[in-house]
């Protein structure tokens, strides 16, 4: 999302497709091959410059794999901002992405945001045509319920596979939501129960984006419990040899719904610290609750 230049409509630049070049070979130099685009990041910018480098190194296509998102309308003029999971707006908003990215087709394509007018049978459609056509590998939803997603899978022949989520050690209702059934607390909590669940079920991957959690834990932390969960966080990296990021990602991963963290990061220095965290979580049961506990400030029930 951070590739592009400006939130704007200004055309973007030189600076901008070496800045997208140097962020895709700080993730490659790392093991990192799975790049994550939208068509409204920076007004479809993102996908453009990304498109540039694979212009000019048109071999890397066969060394990544693309997934980008629809869905989202962004406001223009008058119209305002909107979800639009209509089976015509998808396939054309698949089309544009193509021609930005500069690519045949798109290894996944995710629904970005529910639409509570979309119509499943008419989603299914079009994902159907997408996929017939070779223009898209496989499917995924981003910000649903499992609920969602059966209603979405229900007239759907192929499966949807991935389900993203905003998951981080500072953004944990999806795993507050598994310890506080049956207390006060969990009426507060906004994750819908079951959903982590029904993807381990179904084969769905669940992908977190924030997995850095915006830097609270390694850099700019913002409340005490964040500077308190910071120190573990450096404390940990040092005695195992890595970075914080390393830490902070390693603790997603270390839940057995096999989280795939999205770091959202456009600072190739950052992209190349989270280098480690595609090896297996070092961390031990302990170490992951006192994460956990640091985080939350509290005594868990």
Known sequence: MGLGGSWDREPYGA????????????????????????????????????????????ELRARITLQTKCGIRLAEGDRPGRYDLRGGSIVRRVEESLTRLRTDHVDTLLLHRPDPLADPEDVAEALTSLHRQGLVRRFGVSNMSAAQLARLQAPLELPLAVDQLEMSLHR???????????????????????????????????????????GRYTGRPETAADRTTARLVHALAERKGTTPETIVLWWLRRHP?????????????????????????????????????????????
């Open 15 to 58: 600076a901008d497709i070496a800045h997208a070049h140097a962020v895709v070979e700080a993730a490659l130099d790392g093991g990192i091959t799975a790049f994550d685009h939208a068509d409204i990041y920076r007004h479809g910018k993102a996908e453009a410059v990304f498109g540039e480098v694979l212009a000019r190194a048109p």
């Open 257 to 301: 719904a096999g989280i795939v963290p999205v770091i959202g990061t456009s600072d190739p220095a950052r992209v190349r610290a989270c280098h480690d965290a595609t090896q297996d979580p070092r961390l031990s049961h302990e170490e992951w609750y006192e994460l956990w506990i640091s985080a939350r400030g509290a005594a868990l029930p």
């Open 172 to 214: 944990r209702d999806w795993l507050e939501t598994e310890v506080l059934v049956n207390t006060p607390q969990a009426a507060g909590l906004g994750f819908p129960a079951g959903t982590l669940e029904f993807c381990r079920a179904n084969s769905v991957q669940v992908q977190a984006w924030g997995a850095l959690a915006q």
